[in-house]
T-cell receptor, first 113, second 114 residues
């Protein structure tokens, strides 16, 4: 069975500082990996995805993520955060031949001026 | 292209009642999945429909059911509502479903059970 761990429940970052959100997955093969963002009271917006190929993937809003097979990780990064980045971030995994997304518990990001 | 739409956006029901939520996928998308989001359990997969057939199901009781119509629109139904069913219900659509497909989410329906 596939699973996702987001070890940080809540992260606070100063505006303009860099950001890294951690995600570790468990799956028997190379999974399909996603990062979604959710603003309060809203649905989920796709930031980026990894299916295969280049392990560094670029997403929207200046986000990127790096797939590291050896560490079973797919960490999300942004070089300089903006106040509008405050939201909850979810890492998700899909296994082969399966439409079901398995989500981590999410990381809430707070931005301080 | 219009995104995934869900109606209604908010619902208040009482225990024992039943409720029907609706989801219209992105035009051309044929797979629709439903998720429940609660503070305690997080995001949990309910079921997936493709070509009017349930193709995948999560670990929820039989009170939760769904269906898909020929135009790919989907509904989910919860019967005999319990307080614990209070949640944000999210619908997601994708082209054909499957591991290599990307799901796009709607804004959700917030269900409150009193």
């Amino acid at each position: 069975a596939q699973s996702v761990t987001q070890p940080d429940i809540h992260i606070t970052v100063s505006e303009g500082a860099s950001l890294e959100l951690r995600c570790n997955y468990s799956y028997g093969a190379t999974p399909y990996l996603f990062w979604y963002v959710q603003s309060p009271g809203q649905g989920l917006q796709l930031l980026l995805k990894y299916f295969s190929g280049d392990t560094l993937v670029q997403g929207i809003k200046g986000f990127e993520a790096e797939f590291k097979r050896s560490q079973s990780s797919f960490n999300l990064r942004k070089p300089s955060v903006h106040w509008s980045d405050a939201a909850e971030y979810f890492c998700a995994v899909k296994g082969f031949g399966n439409e079901k997304l398995t989500f981590g518990t999410g990381t809430r990001l707070t931005i301080i001026p | 292209k219009a995104g995934v739409t869900q109606t209604p956006r908010y619902l208040i029901k009482t225990r024992g009642q039943q409720v029907t939520l609706s989801c219209s996928p992105i035009s051309g998308h044929r797979s629709v999945s439903w998720y429940q989001q609660t503070p305690g359990q997080g995001l949990q997969f309910l079921f997936e429909y493709f070509s009017e057939t349930q193709r995948n199901k999560g670990n929820f009781p039989g009170r939760f059911s769904g269906r898909q119509f020929s135009n790919s629109r989907s509904e989910m139904n919860v019967s005999t509502l319990e307080l614990g069913d209070s949640a944000l219900y999210l619908c997601a659509s994708s082209l054909v479903g499957g591991s290599g497909d990307t799901q796009y989410f709607g804004p959700g329906t917030r269900l409150t059970v009193l």
